[in-house]
């Protein structure tokens, strides 16, 4: 863990995991040429391989080869539970100055909850009953995970009989990321590991009341937590009619790292500050959750919602701008894009009960947030079993125990002083969120004529595999070329394993692409080309997977020369040569999630020309959601729609 992290004991008595291997360097040199050759003219690469394997530059990485090795073996020694890619990471992630919103946060929509039923408008709570219920639900089951955490009963992550490192489901709740402390810093994950409380916003108020007690017992039974946030947005409603307007404190965490640090050391500055208490208190909350008070149904408007909220300004020029202290008609942001607080992991949830995760990314990969959203879905499965047979109410009933405690049951609305900078910081940091989220646009994709069971059945190739030469397939039809595309592989088999990127481009991958777009190709030549593809794709993800690929080991090296070399030595050439910046552009940054909890999930590309897309294969459906800068991202989706239909042609006749 990063230094700057609480620590404590992981969620459960795994067992002793191997450490993540540090590669050869000849091996990394070697998958790295072979990854950039089907992404350069023959010309270039030639340039490439001399940069990377002349003398000057062999020597030089053989040396920060060593360096890294001396590295790891310290660290092995003075923390068994680490990882030589760990701080460099955390490190990469906390330095990151812009927004994180659509640039760092992904998001997972999450399958419909069965306890609501077909509860509607006529609910006990009126046309929010859905919202209310959803929220109560996703509450309890939540802090029943953080019991188990807690309590060291969470059983270990395990996939096909292998262990994983449970190591980030230690900063999963109670943490936050706090930007920089002075000009040149990096912004800090701090984690408060004996939290009990949560953080409410509704219509951008914030409240806070404690929902675990000492003991990791849950404070609330459904039916009293339902009305906690039912007398919440009530208490939101009646308090935008007063006289006094309210302001989108959350909109700072959208800035730029090095604009919030300016905003928080101001609000901090006085040590009785009543604003610096609210940013201790929301910071050392086990999540925030965001009532949204909104109805949305369109699946592509989910995926707004859940990504980076709304922008909705209102321009009637018969009011001026009052809730933010300004006389002028200037308007009224009015978008759920205020209702966030974006520096910690967020639940979602609208009027209609749709909800999602939104989460700060730097402690935590997906599959960890992937396992809170399957014990959500699972918690809701019982929920509904309960109401069934009428026993719901008994599953999380208030332990006798609490009677006395003290314990903060009744919400505690968040009183913030505001001053002319402050209003002007707020005003200002909204205008660019919404200038920010006009620069994005969203698609997607639900396929439902085949899934997983078809691709492995009938086409007989990795579904993985097949999805990922559906994209370089759709955007090779758009552009005619190839761009560098990452998807990662899970290196959770080691302890405190992350990820190691899986570079999709292959020599075997544009022969299947080309001869599907020029239709050059019989399909008997197709179907080998494409079992070729899917096997070379499989091939590289289990060497990933094995902690056997090149970018996080030569990104390491990087750390090293620029940490501890520059002074002293001159950077070695595979940096300079234009090879390096091309790989570390992706341009389609993809990543598969899938699981039953999830409905979809999605993010933002990761440079300005590029695409985000996040997909799903199930047994007999694929989601897919792509993002960019307005490119050509509906056209995208359409042809991806399309390969899927002609593979299944040319499978079928």
């Not at 360097?25 to 070697?30: E, H, I, M, T």
């Not at 500050?273 to 369109?298: E, G, H, P, R, T």
Request: glycine letters at 6%.
């Amino acid at each position: 863990m990063p230094a700057n992290s609480t620590q404590f004991k992981g969620p459960a008595e795994s067992p002793t995991l191997p450490r993540l291997p540090v590669p050869a360097l000849d091996d990394s040199l070697r998958r790295y040429l072979d990854r950039l050759g089907p992404l350069q003219d023959p010309e270039t690469h030639l340039q490439t391989r001399a940069a990377v394997l002349g003398d000057q530059n062999v020597s030089s990485l053989s040396e920060l080869h060593q360096e890294l090795i001396a590295y790891d073996q310290e660290l092995q020694s003075e923390n068994p539970n680490s990882s030589y890619i760990e701080q460099f990471w955390y490190d990469a992630y906390l330095q990151f100055d812009e927004s994180v919103v659509l640039n760092v946060n992904p998001y997972f929509e999450l399958r419909d909850d069965p306890t609501l039923g077909h509860l509607s408008s006529s609910g006990p709570y009126g046309e929010i009953s859905r919202l209310v219920r959803r929220s109560a639900n996703l509450i309890l089951s939540t802090i029943s995970f953080v019991k188990e955490i807690r309590s060291r009963t969470l059983k270990p992550d395990c996939v096909r009989g292998k262990s994983l490192s449970m190591d980030q489901y230690e900063v999963l709740f109670g943490s936050a990321r706090i930007p920089p402390d002075a000009a040149g810093h990096s912004c800090q994950l701090r984690t408060s590991v004996n939290s009990t409380h949560i953080i409410v916003m509704c219509h951008f108020n914030f409240y806070w009341f404690d929902v675990l007690d000492a003991q990791h017992n849950a404070l609330f039974t459904p039916q009293e937590l339902e009305r906690v946030l039912y007398a919440i947005v009530k208490d939101t409603e009646s308090s935008n009619e007063g006289p006094e307007p309210n302001y989108p404190w959350g909109v700072f965490t959208t800035e730029n790292r090095s604009v919030w640090s300016n905003i928080r050391d101001y609000m901090v500055r006085n040590p009785v500050s009543a604003n610096k208490k609210n940013l201790q208190i929301i910071d050392s909350a086990l999540f925030v959750l965001c009532l949204d008070n909104v109805q949305v149904d369109k699946p592509v408007d989910l995926v707004q919602e859940m990504l980076c909220g709304t922008s909705n300004v209102d321009l009637d020029q018969s009011q001026g701008n009052l809730e933010f202290g300004f006389g002028s008609p200037t308007g009224i942001q009015r978008g759920t894009c205020l209702n966030r607080w974006y520096d910690k992991l967020q639940l979602i949830v609208t009027r209609n009960g749709k909800a999602g995760i939104n989460f700060e990314h730097t402690g935590v990969d997906g599959y960890t947030v992937l396992r809170l959203a399957t014990h959500i879905y699972t918690e809701s499965i019982l929920l509904f079993a309960h109401s069934i047979t009428r026993r719901h109410s008994d599953l999380l009933a208030l332990p006798s125990s609490n009677e006395g405690a003290n314990y903060v049951r009744v919400p505690r609305r968040l009183e913030w002083k505001v001053d002319s900078y402050l209003l002007s910081s707020l005003h200002f940091a909204e205008t660019r969120l919404s200038d920010l989220i006009s620069q994005f646009e969203f698609a997607r994709l639900d396929f439902s004529g085949y899934g997983s069971h078809k691709i492995k059945a009938l086409f007989k190739v990795s579904p993985d595999a097949f999805v990922q030469m559906a994209l370089q397939a759709a955007f090779h039809a758009l552009y005619g070329k190839f761009e560098v595309t990452y998807e990662p592989a899970m290196t959770k088999g080691f302890q405190n394993g992350r990820t190691e990127a899986i570079r999709t481009v292959s020599e075997q991958s544009k022969r299947f692409v080309e001869a599907l777009n020029r239709g050059t190709a019989s399909e008997a030549q197709l179907k080998t080309y494409l079992k070729g593809a899917c096997d070379k794709h499989s091939s590289v993800t289990r060497e990933c997977a094995a902690g056997m690929g090149q970018d996080r080991h030569l990104y390491a090296l990087y750390c090293i020369w620029k940490e501890r070399f520059q002074d002293r030595m001159p950077k070695p050439t595979i940096f300079e040569d234009g090879g390096w910046s091309l790989l570390n552009t992706s341009v389609i940054s993809t990543s598969n999630c899938g699981n039953p909890s999830l409905q979809a999930f999605g993010f933002g590309p990761v440079c300005a020309n590029g695409f985000g897309i996040g997909y799903i294969i199930r047994d007999k459906t694929i989601t897919v959601v792509v993002s960019s800068k307005h490119r050509q991202t509906e056209r995208l989706v359409g042809l991806l729609g399309q390969f899927f239909r002609d593979m299944d042609a040319i499978y079928t006749g």
